[in-house]
T-cell receptor, first 115, second 115 residues
């Protein structure tokens, strides 16, 4: 049973460029979450999906951020016009659709550096 | 508001010592779950344990044990006979009934186990 996978693992970009990250959840998991983690801090919730429906978005998710999960399987997180403050680790997690209490299993993350 | 506090930023021990990582939480929810995750240098968050608010029994898993006390809103984690491979950042997290699917993380405790 494979875990959550994320690509790319590392991304370096220049300020103002757009970037897109991909997350593939554990195959039978219906829920998918995105978190952001800055250096020395715990992860902070960004958004989550149940199947293809985006159910909640954090205020951290500015208009430059968009997440999709078009077929209820993998998800993408796009950041437009990146800023240096977007530099962080972006973590994806998935869980079974047993309600909000199911344990979230995390992927290895995508580390973004905006120059 | 929900909050998780891990007051210990960094702990350093010598191999084979016992070490306890503290976690204090705040929530007004009567139903909630508490989690511990381990984040090794590779970056992936590894799930260790979850407890629900109605189960205050302590749990032991090998060298790991957890002490949940609702009276003090604490969920502490003890590693017995620590090993170098235990070196990582450890996060405590809260999932409350009012925060559907959104894990609230503490700032993490960096544990360094020296040989």
């Amino acid at each position: 049973d494979t875990g959550v996978s994320q690509n790319p693992r590392h991304k370096i970009t220049k300020r103002g460029q757009n970037v897109t990250f991909r997350c593939d959840p554990i195959s039978e998991h219906n829920r998918l979450y995105w978190y952001r983690q800055t250096l020395g801090q715990g992860p902070e919730f960004l958004t989550y999906f149940q199947n293809e429906a985006q159910l909640e978005k954090s205020r951290l998710l500015s208009d430059r951020f968009s997440a999709e999960r078009p077929k209820g399987s993998f998800s993408t997180l796009e950041i437009q016009r990146t800023e240096q403050g977007d530099s962080a680790m972006y973590l994806c997690a998935s869980s079974l659709d047993g309600g909000a209490w199911e344990t979230q299993y995390f992927g290895p993350g995508t580390r973004l550096l905006v120059l | 508001a929900q909050k998780v506090t891990q007051a210990q930023t960094e702990i350093s021990v010598v191999e084979k010592e016992d070490v306890t990582l503290d976690c204090v939480y705040e929530t007004r929810d009567t139903t909630y779950y508490l989690f511990w995750y381990k984040q090794p240098p590779s970056g992936e968050l590894v799930f260790l344990i979850r407890r629900n608010s109605f189960d205050e029994q302590n749990e032991i898993s090998g060298r790991y044990s957890w002490n949940f006390q609702k009276s003090t809103s604490s969920f502490n984690f003890t590693i017995t006979a620590s090993q170098v491979v235990d070196s990582a950042v450890y996060f405590c997290a809260l999932l409350g009934s009012s925060n559907t699917g959104k894990l609230i993380f503490g700032q993490g405790t960096t544990l360094q186990v020296k040989p």
